[in-house]
């Protein structure tokens, strides 16, 4: 078997906020065009730059270096590297969705629609376009929720913080056209019923499970922000006896053959069938679905 592509660090935020009907999520669906995985419905998020580590950009955010690593708690191999994935969160949001989280102030919705396309040209840095709007970085904003690292026979593998965190109020959602389709506000139920499973990645379809208990986004952060060690999500894969391809995490009872059968994780154990694999309860929470709406702006 080829040797495993080590996992690039990455975020992902899901952007919460309450309506009349309960609690909703902020999802992208991809495009049929995009390089990597195209079609599928996302939350915002994205790979971590080399600008989410600079000095620069630390002098930036609401909070130091050491006090985001204490207060994600991502492990202590990730101590350095928290900083960046909280800016990695919030300047993906921007990029993909126009939400800058975490604004305590009305912004002009113009100028961050200009400040959003020189990001996105490159014309401008993250840092420079927060000190421009006085607008701080709120790593506050973010709060954790889990951590996922792709499967190893991935062609494109990522070591993905999952964050939370309210949608900011006085600002509008949209796509920016190169990645997107489309986005919707949407039920987490509602969202693992519609359209085929495939079109949800498996971290995708579990972190919205973990959303089924909660019914509002407050209850969310309450149970984020609980100071805890964040747990780390290894699916392991494995093929079953008529060649299917399977995605395990712990609460499979196969689980624990397969680690025993391929202890270095390589993807070559064999295991039988089983006729409804249980659907695994991931993260730390307790599970509502995706109206995939094709508006290009929704508030």
């Not at 991809?30 to 730059?49: E, I, K, L, Q, T």
């Not at 989410?52 to 609401?62: F, L, M, Q």
């Not at 089924?212 to 149970?223: G, I, K, N, Q, Y």
């Amino acid at each position: 078997m080829p040797r495993a592509t080590v996992p690039r660090p990455a975020s992902t935020t899901l952007v919460l906020r309450d309506a009349a009907d309960g609690l909703r999520v902020l999802m992208l669906r991809r495009s049929a065009c995009a390089s990597f995985m195209p079609g599928a419905f996302v939350f915002p998020g994205g790979a971590v730059d080399v600008a989410d580590r600079s000095v620069e950009i630390e002098a930036c955010c609401v909070e130091s270096a050491a006090q985001v690593a204490n207060r994600l708690r991502l492990g202590v191999a990730m101590d350095d590297a928290a900083l960046a994935h909280a800016v990695a969160a919030l300047r993906e949001c921007f990029e993909e969705c126009g939400l800058w989280l975490g604004a305590d102030m009305l912004v002009d919705a113009a100028t961050l629609a200009q400040a959003r396309r020189r990001l996105l040209a490159g014309s401008a840095s993250f840092a420079a376009l927060g000190t421009e709007l006085s607008l701080p970085l709120a790593t506050r904003a973010l709060a954790p929720w889990s951590r996922w690292v792709t499967p190893i026979d991935a062609a494109r593998r990522f070591d993905t913080v999952f964050f939370v965190g309210l949608a900011p109020l006085d600002q509008l959602a949209s796509v920016d056209d190169n990645e997107a389709s489309s986005l919707a506000w949407v039920k987490p139920a509602e969202a693992l019923a519609a359209g085929p499973a495939d079109a949800l990645p498996f971290a995708t379809r579990c972190t919205l499970e973990s959303l089924l208990p909660f019914e509002d986004a407050v209850s969310v952060m309450r149970a984020a922000r609980i100071p805890r060690p964040l747990e780390v999500f290894h699916p392991r894969i494995a093929r079953t006896h008529a060649g299917a391809r399977c995605v395990l995490l712990p609460h499979d009872p196969r689980y624990l053959d397969v680690m025993r059968l391929d202890p270095e994780g390589t993807g070559a154990a064999v295991i039988p069938d089983l006729p409804r694999p249980p659907r695994p309860p991931p993260a730390v929470r307790r599970p509502d679905t995706c109206n995939h709406k094709t508006d290009r702006e929704t508030s």
